[in-house]
């Protein structure tokens, strides 16, 4: 039981190395509709194209700014919750998002 507990740690907190490590951050353009997520201060990760309501854009690439610590956070939580033996209600869901993150289902 013990093994199987350390391979579950050990797998959730394994590299992610698939997508540009964090931090990133969000640059809207002064002179065009767009607002670009930056990886490493200098990766372009992405861009949120003008969708005609510049606070929702904003809102969009601030979310996809914080992936990389959100989806850290949330292995780190399952990992701990799992260590000391505790159970958390919507690990399932907990799962699923970061397997999703990941490029799994």
Same mark, same amino acid.
């Given at each position: 039981?013990?093994?199987?507990?350390?391979?579950?740690i050990s797998k959730l907190r394994?590299?992610?190395s698939a997508h540009t490590p964090?931090?990133?951050?969000?640059?809207? +353009?002064?002179? /065009?509709?767009?607002?670009? =997520?930056?990886?490493?201060?200098?990766?372009?990760i992405a861009k949120v194209l $003008?969708? &005609?309501?510049?606070?929702?854009?904003?809102?969009?690439?601030?979310?996809?700014?914080?992936?990389?610590?959100?989806?850290?956070?949330?292995?780190?939580?399952?990992? +701990?919750?799992? /260590?000391?033996?505790?159970? =958390?209600?919507?690990?399932?869901?907990?799962?699923?998002?970061?397997?999703? $993150?990941? &490029?799994?289902?």
């Amino acid at each position: 039981m013990k093994k199987a507990l350390e391979r579950t740690i050990s797998k959730l907190r394994g590299d992610v190395s698939a997508h540009t490590p964090g931090p990133w951050e969000s640059y809207p +353009h002064s002179t /065009e509709p767009i607002t670009t =997520i930056i990886g490493n201060r200098t990766e372009g990760i992405a861009k949120v194209l $003008a969708s &005609g309501n510049r606070e929702l854009d904003t809102a969009n690439a601030r979310l996809i700014a914080a992936a990389p610590e959100l989806l850290a956070e949330l292995k780190d939580a399952l990992a +701990h919750a799992s /260590e000391d033996g505790y159970v =958390i209600g919507n690990d399932k869901r907990i799962r699923a998002a970061i397997a999703k $993150a990941e &490029g799994g289902k």
